[in-house]
């Protein structure tokens, strides 16, 4: 007795979650032709940067245009490497370099104003610490770790070291 009425009970209430399940497969298809498929590349502000993520880091460029991309690159950096009407600054050089290891003594390099550096000086002249800087001493790196930087401005480093 009670069996068969749990019985009739499972069978109604499977039939219930079965008429859920459609119901949910037809709503989802409803829903899905209401909006249509979802169109990211329409947007053009996101095209637009979709496309600049996927850039390659740098350009080879050639022809024309590479040579119109090189003057407009030198142009820009031309102010720069001249600054201060063609005179090299000393100063500037060190500061951007050599006083990483010299303002504090890094590994024994000698510090300017110091004793060690005056005695540098005075044992091997200016032409021969200016050497030293261009082809590195110990671990000093040659050019003081910029290989772009020229014999005038390591020169003028020096001298600014030594003043
Ligand atoms: C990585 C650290 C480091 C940097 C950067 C560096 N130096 Fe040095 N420098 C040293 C050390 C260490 C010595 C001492 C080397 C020795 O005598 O063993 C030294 C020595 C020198 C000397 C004395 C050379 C000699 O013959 O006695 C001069 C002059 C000098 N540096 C100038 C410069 C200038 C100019 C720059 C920047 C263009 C520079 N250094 C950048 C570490 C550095």
């Known amino acids: 007795m009670n069996q068969s009425k749990d019985k009739a009970f499972i069978l109604k209430f499977s039939g219930i979650i079965l008429g859920f399940i459609v119901l949910t497969v037809v709503l989802v298809f409803v829903a899905r ?4 498929e979802p169109d990211s590349d329409a947007n053009p502000s996101q095209v637009f940067l979709e496309e600049k993520r996927i850039q390659p880091v740098s350009n080879v460029r050639v022809g024309a245009e590479g040579m119109a991309a090189l003057a407009e690159a030198q142009a820009v950096s031309a102010p720069a490497a001249t600054a201060g009407g063609g005179e090299i600054d000393g100063e ?8 990483t290891c010299h303002s504090m003594g890094v590994a024994g390099a000698p510090i300017p104003g110091s004793e060690p550096m005056a005695q540098r000086f005075s044992e091997k002249g200016l032409d021969t ?29 020096v001298e600014f070291m030594l003043n």
């Open 33 to 36: 032709s209401m909006q249509g």
């Open 129 to 157: 610490l200016v050497s030293s800087v261009i082809n590195g001493l110990n671990v000093m790196p040659p050019r003081g770790g910029n290989p772009a930087l020229s014999d005038d401005e390591i020169r003028a480093a």
């Open 92 to 99: 500037q050089v060190y500061n951007g370099l050599c006083q």
